[in-house]
């Protein structure tokens, strides 16, 4: 299918049309549903291009083709959700290999590494990638995947794409981003230097909590074609409405990360100035960790904050993760609605204790991904819970 666009658009223009045409058939402007197992073949062999739904999908691939553009790739492989392209990507390596990876990244990617794969003979390493020096002293012969996220989940530390990826293009070793918190309208990895990207399209690419789904772009061809042959060998693929649904998501991924990002800063400096709030993490604050690279690397700092209280203690957390009006209790982020999440209880509770209180995160620590409501709004309701506190 050949889209609209001429490959020198701007992102706004290609998160609309990039990977999408009327459909031939009957003109409707929105990519149809192909809801459909198999496709009709006029001799053994011959067909238009789909031989079998596992493989490929008209759907799926129209939005393989716009996430691609949106990230500069050449190629688009997406999947049932973030953690299948994740583990599609370890699927490649061998027993004896080593990944190196932040020790502050979403916990399921952790627990994928580590429990999944570890048994297997894939060893991963956990450090804080926010300083090089530590990534160096982390690789060895066998390192064959370097897996970084920026800004970091939970506690939005900046990992400076150039300098990691030139340090793992120099060893031989495969760089990754994660770049599910930036998305490509904030931040582009490839453009940086790296060799995937990797999405939770679950998150900001969907941007309504209601899709869950995966994305891996590269331009690199010998990447592509293993990634493909897992979709076809182990079959983790979205089906067609997870991919119209994430598609609409595009449509307006530019004006959406705009309004997530201009809250999180007015929420981040509120908190920041609060005297029941010990520290904030947030890209956007002049005195945060990697400010300046996070403005080089970055258009927009994002929707995602995290914050300590000053009281430590779990009971005061869980006071004001439960006392909210506004803010929702959830597992996830990236949909328009505010969410507030605990990392030690929920989306991090599987990494060992002392693993993630070494990597600092502490029980007072609550994790914002901030909507697109009307910021006020959002202000006042932090406001009246900590007040309670």
Not at 151 to 175: E, H
Not at 268 to 289: I, M, N, T, W
Request: aromatic letters at 6%; a negative charge.
């Amino acid at each position: 299918m050949k889209d609209k666009t001429n490959g020198k658009d701007g992102f706004g223009t290609l998160a609309v049309h990039a990977g999408q045409q009327p459909d031939p058939t009957t003109g409707a402007v929105m990519t149809p549903i192909y809801q459909t197992s198999t496709y009709a073949q006029s001799s053994p062999g011959v067909h238009k291009g789909h031989e079998y739904a596992r493989v490929t999908n008209p759907t799926r691939t129209a939005l393989e083709c716009n996430l691609a553009a949106l990230e500069g790739a050449a190629h688009g492989i997406c999947f049932s959700s973030g953690v299948a392209a994740t583990d599609a990507i370890i699927r490649c390596m061998r027993p004896g290999d080593h990944i190196v990876a932040s020790n502050d990244l979403y916990g399921g990617t952790h627990r994928l590494m580590r429990q999944v794969f570890g048994p297997f003979g894939i060893e991963s390493t956990f450090i804080d990638m926010s300083v090089s020096e530590n990534v160096s002293r982390a690789l060895r012969p066998s390192t064959k995947l370097l897996w970084i996220e920026t800004p970091t989940n939970p506690l939005l530390r900046i990992v400076d794409i150039v300098l990691l990826s030139d340090m793992a293009r120099g060893a031989g070793i495969t760089s990754v981003v994660d770049n599910t918190f930036a998305t490509p309208a904030l931040q582009q990895p490839l453009e940086l230097g790296a060799d995937l990207v990797l999405h939770s399209t679950t998150k900001y690419i969907g941007g309504h909590s209601d899709v869950v789904g995966g994305v891996v772009c590269t331009s690199d061809d010998e990447w592509n074609e293993k990634l493909r042959f897992l979709v076809k060998s182990a079959g983790a693929v979205p089906g067609p409405m997870d991919c119209f649904l994430s598609l609409r998501g595009t449509k307006t991924l530019h004006l959406r990360m705009e309004r997530h990002s201009s809250n999180a800063v007015a929420i981040a400096e509120y908190l920041d100035a609060h005297p029941k709030v010990g520290r904030v993490y947030y890209p956007g604050l002049a005195a945060s960790q990697g400010h300046e690279i996070a403005a080089r690397q970055m258009s927009r700092f994002g929707g995602m904050l995290s914050f300590l209280l000053v009281d430590e203690r779990l009971e005061t957390a869980m006071k004001v993760l439960s006392g909210t009006r506004i803010f929702t209790l959830a597992e996830s982020l990236g949909g328009v609605e505010s969410l507030m999440n605990h990392p030690a209880t929920m989306t991090h509770a599987s990494i060992p204790e002392d693993e993630r209180r070494a990597a600092g995160l502490h029980d007072s620590l609550i994790r914002l991904s901030v909507g697109i409501e009307d910021v006020q709004d959002l202000i006042a309701d932090l406001e009246q819970v900590l007040d309670t506190v």
